[in-house]
Antibody, heavy 123, light 113 residues
């Protein structure tokens, strides 16, 4: 079965950086697009970024463009989110999620989700 | 960017009764050449990650009970729970995947009356 396990969260000071990881198993990781979605405490879902199955296409929310970078290592079945210049408003649970379609350079919705990793930005 | 709105913010429904949640997009999410609405619905129970319920506006995900249904086209969509069960207490989100950024609605909280 599909399993997505995020890691790398923690408490970080404003302006610092983190790299979040998402270890995937139970499916052919290299053939599916992947998303990051975040949720601030007590708030709704915010889509953050998406990467196509081969890494050729990447898109970002306006709120993170230029500060966050999505990437993947298909040899390690792992998705990443490099988060730089962190702000208090980046405090959230960060979920990775799988796109549903095989070897499609276009990306769509999220059919499987991880449990999330909490990032807290605080001095 | 496409802005998603939902109504109501919250609702309380008696067990066995119908719950209806509305979602509106600021521009169409209907891809005319494919005749598909790029709209999904998710359920998030307290303390859990979101779960996909509906995609292409009306296609139920495998394993989702048939009391959940989606309808609508263009800019106006509805999620209906035909007979509310206790386990349906959750926040429900719509999301457009027509164009990036793939925006979510603000969510609708469903409780038992």
């Amino acid at each position: 079965q599909v399993q997505l396990v995020e890691s790398g969260g923690g408490v970080v000071q404003p302006g610092r950086s983190l790299r979040l990881s998402c270890a995937a198993s139970g499916f052919t990781f290299s053939s599916y697009g992947m998303h990051w979605v975040r949720q601030a405490p007590g708030k709704g879902l915010e889509w953050v970024a998406v990467i196509s199955y081969d890494g050729s296409n990447k898109y970002y929310a306006d709120s993170v463009k230029g500060r966050f970078t999505i990437s993947r290592d298909n040899s390690k079945n792992t998705l990443y989110l490099q988060v730089n210049s962190l702000r208090a408003e980046d405090t959230a649970v960060y979920y990775c999620a799988k796109d549903p379609y095989y070897s499609d350079s276009r990306t769509y919705y999220c059919d499987h989700w991880g449990q999330g990793t909490l990032v807290t930005v605080s001095s | 960017d496409i802005v998603m709105t939902q109504s109501p913010d919250s609702l309380a429904v008696s067990l066995g009764e119908r719950a209806t949640i509305n979602c509106r997009s600021s521009q169409t999410v209907l891809y005319s050449s494919k005749n598909k609405n790029y709209l999904a619905w998710y359920q998030q129970k307290p303390g859990q990650h979101p779960k996909l319920l509906i995609y292409w506006a009306s296609t139920r995900e495998s394993g989702v009970p048939d009391r959940f249904s989606g309808s609508g086209s263009g800019t106006d969509f509805t999620l209906t729970i035909s007979s509310l069960q206790a386990e349906d207490v959750a926040v429900y989100y719509c999301q457009q995947y027509y164009s990036t950024p793939f925006t979510f609605g603000p969510g609708t909280k469903v409780d038992i009356k």
